[in-house]
């Protein structure tokens, strides 16, 4: 098996359940984006919704259980377990990556002499390697798989008078004594912890932090948010603390199904007793000090450009000095003096051409 590793996954999501994946993500993707955005785009290669399911049904049997990773059947693979054809099982797959279901991580290709070499060695006869595929869920789709499953699966009622209805008259408390007068009333409902509430809209208004973040409001983050507030906690500390998690080998679905619990369970791993220790707290120091740096570097910079720019105003002055004045005015006599010998020499040396010349005149005659 070719390994890829995690890089390949990098930014691709996971699935909630192979059950979910087909009965849920794929249909309702299928109903609400198909006609819009998939069939202009396929042309004459369309597939129909029963087939599309079939063969999604039959990939999640090749995807691994947990996160939908790791998924390389081959095309005909697919096509014996489901009856069709090749081509239809390659409709299929750019209809799943069009649907924004599932995405090709690796494109399937030809081994290289080396690699047939290295399968024959343990038996594998293949020459060429299957597209690995990771099938998730659409984040834009669990609102509406959430409706659907509330509409479909409503909470019924219990109670000796859930099939009745209740009139006006029928009184259901043992007394008509009126409640919330007294201290046996309901108690007023404490208000929320105040650098809880602060940490939660901060973190919940940081472009970072997970879509998920948002389905509670500051006022329901705040009691989970409380203790790391009280710490000094950032935005960035608790993003920084959902990374550490997915490092450390764990994994977060798009949609959650308890999102506050799922933040108190990250909080208790990283340590009640060690909320002191802020997770982003060693990347602010180094990004403090790069910057401490950066200024120290820009302001030598800034001084080493002033010391050249008086350096050159006072060459610049001198130039217009009493000493370059001189220089300047003995320059232009020894030049001149210069001039004058060349001037002598070249009529001296003229003359005597001129003599030369007239003897041989005279001996000629």
Known sequence: MLELGDAPYAGVPCWAGADRWARWTVPVAYDLRYDTDVRPRMGVNQISRRALLLI???RTRYADYATGRDCRPSNERLAADTGYDVRTIQRANTVLRLLGVATEVLRGRQRTRAERFASWRVGDRGRGWASVWALHDHWLL??????MQRVLS?????????DLHVRQDVVTTATRRRTGAGE???????????GGLALAKAWRADPHAPPWSRRHSPTAWAAMLAAPARYGWTPRDVNQLITDWLGVGHWIPDAPHKPIGLLGAIVAWHGTDCLDQRPAAADIARETAEFTEARARVAAQSTARAEAAQAHAAGRA????AGHAWAARECARLAQN??????????????????????ARTRRR
């Open 142 to 147: 669990n609102r509406v798989i959430h409706r």
């Open 184 to 194: 046996r009333g309901a108690r007023r409902r404490a208000s929320p912890d105040p």
């Open 338 to 359: 210069a001039a004058q010998r060349r001037t002598a020499a070249a009529a001296a040396e003229t003359a005597a051409l001129d003599v030369a010349i007239d003897q």
């Open 318 to 321: 001198a130039l217009r000095g």
């Open 56 to 58: 999604a049904q039959a």
């Open 154 to 162: 409503p909470h019924p009622r219990s109670g000796p008078v859930r």
